[in-house]
């Protein structure tokens, strides 16, 4: 079966440090990739966008690769804050019917 | 720009019950998508649609109806509420499909069914 795999175990760093969160996922074959940011009682925040043929992103203090061969994405928070904490998504979109697939995500908590 | 905007915020039904979650958005988007979010499941599909008039299945679609009369507005509909859908629901828009273009979700709306 398909299946996307984000670390369900919340994450904790000191701040400053650097934040890799990864997203494993099987039996897709993705032509785009994205990720999320979601707060307590919040809806998603679009992060990322990443595709197939691309096999790096950055965007100020963020960064995602995305390997289709290991089927895995990595997303990386360098010199991260107490602000940066909440909660990662990352969605395929594996073609047809706009159906954008989510992980359950995984909770980053950076602390002083 | 209020964004996409979700009403009501918290709803409590008894089983049976009927009820509309109204979603609007004021970014002109085609694209519309309903999720729901439950812990442990991630967000998943209900219903979705591509522009006025138009509305598809996703990926559990089963026990709701949604319609699409203005481009701005997307209704999910619960007939006979169950305590399954007991969620938190989200609503989305994007300017392209959901393989380019950026989802801009609601706040949520926090369903409970007793």
């Known amino acids: 079966s398909q299946k996307i795999e984000q670390n369900s175990e919340a994450l904790n760093i000191q701040e400053g440090k650097t934040a890799t969160l990864t997203c494993n996922y099987t039996?897709?074959?993705?032509?785009?990739l994205q990720w999320y940011r979601q707060d307590p009682g919040r809806g998603p925040v679009f992060l990322l966008l990443?595709?197939?043929?691309?096999k790096e992103k950055r965007k100020e203090r963020l960064k995602v690769t995305f390997d289709t061969t290991l089927k895995q994405s990595l997303f990386h928070i360098t010199a991260s804050q107490p602000a940066d904490s909440a909660t990662y998504l990352c969605?395929?979109?594996?073609?047809?019917?706009?159906?954008?697939?989510f992980g359950t995500g995984t909770q980053l908590k950076v602390e002083l | 720009n209020a964004g996409v905007t979700q009403t009501p915020k918290f709803r409590v039904l008894k089983t049976g019950q009927s009820m509309t979650l109204l979603c609007a958005q004021d970014?002109?988007?085609?694209?519309m998508y309903w999720y729901r979010q439950d812990p442990g499941m991630g967000l998943r599909l209900i219903h979705y649609?591509?522009?006025?008039?138009?509305?598809a299945k996703g990926e559990v679609p089963d026990g709701y109806n949604v319609s699409r009369l203005k481009k701005q507005n997307f209704l999910l509909g619960l007939e006979s509420a169950a305590p399954s859908q007991t969620s938190v629901y989200f609503c989305?828009?994007?300017?392209?499909?959901?393989?380019?273009?950026?989802?801009?979700f609601g706040e949520g709306s926090r369903l409970t069914v007793l």
């Open positions: 649609s591509v522009g006025e008039g138009t509305t």
């Open positions: 990443i595709r197939e043929n691309e």
């Open positions: 039996n897709y074959s993705p032509a785009y």
């Open positions: 970014m002109n988007h085609e694209y």
């Open positions: 969605a395929l979109f594996t073609g047809g019917g706009n159906k954008l697939t």
């Open positions: 989305a828009s994007s300017y392209e499909g959901a393989a380019t273009g950026e989802l801009f």
